[in-house]
């Protein structure tokens, strides 16, 4: 029954080159991609030679200037691609998501002098990026943190430590957060870092249930000096830098939630064409092509969602609403799709030997980074409503 078999997503792309570029990245993920994915996650190894691939072939900087190494793509095109990395592998698309965050204040709010030494490594040079905001104690109230940035001479000194940082301890430079004034969300500033500065130093990764091939780890920064010239912006400009960096942050959440999503419901839709019980395919009977059409559903609701995010942002339109809803319902339908995936498959959803419970534990966390959906749902209150009440 080929007429059943998943097919690839028809995508609306606003012109020939981003077909092409859609085109290369299907081919790079079948290729290189999603035939080592389970076996890699399993091992907890993280593909370094595939986000070489991905900066050779002009993949890590999508939505920047071409000028300094980017592709010059809107985020239409760019959220797409990443959909398509997160169906072959989560660990490559969130990391593609989470290398333009950490690119995000450079690109935004460095000077040209600063964009002109940095952006082309950080873009298209092999380097990757990290972001660096969460602490141990200060997630979700992140103006709380309390790493310091001291004054000294023409320079800072950074300590203190981050947490949860994906690629926490290979990255080649972070976008750090840092306190150099009074206490809230204005006495913080931003700063690019080496990687290979004194004093930076990675713990060990986090033992998750899911992507485990993504390192999850505290960076510490044991009186790092960096000069002037890597501070990003003004002094206590840094908490709206990271804001506006996490806008854009959680549409690259909601495609790679759909693009997980997508593939949960590929491998349902495999396996129910060829599965047979009571002497016909499973897919056959209406119980499970109900579920099958409510997921297929939901997917396309959230694509359209965050597409219509990206869309506004394109345009030069406030979309931090938009971009609110779309990391909330995209990430929902991740969990519910990947958990009906699992209930299709049956038993065999439930064992390593199929791709659909890995899904499931990768969805998850898609709930929690960058603002858990209970902080995306304070965050479209307040557009709605105003401020809480204090």
Not at 37 to 52: C, S, W, Y
Request: glycine share 12%; charged share 25%; hydrophobic share 40%.
């Amino acid at each position: 029954m080929p007429d059943r078999a998943p097919q690839p997503v028809d995508r609306q792309l606003p012109t020939d080159e981003a077909r092409d570029l859609i085109s290369l990245v299907r081919d790079i993920a079948q290729r290189e991609i999603a035939p080592k994915a389970a076996e890699e996650e399993d091992a907890g190894r993280f593909p370094r030679e595939v986000f070489t691939l991905l900066s050779e072939s002009g993949l890590l900087g999508l939505p920047y200037d071409a000028e300094y190494g980017g592709g010059d793509q809107p985020y239409e095109v760019y959220l797409q691609v990443l959909e398509e990395l997160a169906a072959a592998r989560l660990t490559v698309g969130l990391g593609v998501s989470v290398h333009t965050l950490a690119s995000y204040a450079l690109a935004a709010h460095g000077t040209k002098e600063q964009q002109v030494e940095h952006l082309p490594a950080m873009l298209g040079g092999g380097l990757l990026g990290a972001y660096c905001l969460s602490e141990p104690h200060s997630g979700s109230d992140a103006a709380a943190l309390r790493t310091k940035a001291v004054r000294d001479g023409d320079g800072w000194v950074i300590t203190g430590t981050k947490a949860w940082i994906t690629h926490g301890g290979i990255a080649d430079f972070y976008t750090v957060m840092a306190r150099t004034g009074e206490e809230g969300p204005r006495g913080i500033t931003a700063f690019l870092v080496p990687g290979d500065a004194p004093g930076v130093s990675g713990a060990a990764p986090e033992k998750k249930m899911g992507m485990k091939g993504s390192p999850t780890a505290q960076v510490h920064f044991d009186g790092v000096r960096v000069g002037d010239e890597r501070r990003i912006g003004e002094e206590g400009q840094g908490f709206a830098i990271a804001l506006a960096a996490l806008d854009s942050g959680r549409l690259g959440i909601a495609a790679c939630a759909i693009g997980l999503a997508q593939a949960a419901l590929d491998e349902a839709l495999r396996y129910a064409t060829e599965r047979r019980q009571f002497g016909r395919a499973i897919v056959d009977f209406q119980g499970l092509r109900f579920m099958l059409a409510d997921m297929a559903t939901q997917i396309e609701a959230g694509r359209a969602l965050y597409l219509a995010a990206a869309r506004r942002r394109d345009a030069g339109l406030p979309f931090a609403r938009q971009a609110a809803m779309a990391k909330l319902h995209c990430t929902d339908t991740a969990m519910k799709v990947t958990t009906d995936a699992v209930q299709i498959l049956g038993g065999y959803g439930y064992t390593a030997d199929f791709p659909v419970e890995r899904y499931m534990r990768e969805a998850k966390v898609l709930q929690i980074v960058e603002g858990t959906n209970q902080i995306q749902r304070m965050v479209i209150a307040r557009h709605l409503a105003g401020p809480e009440a204090r």
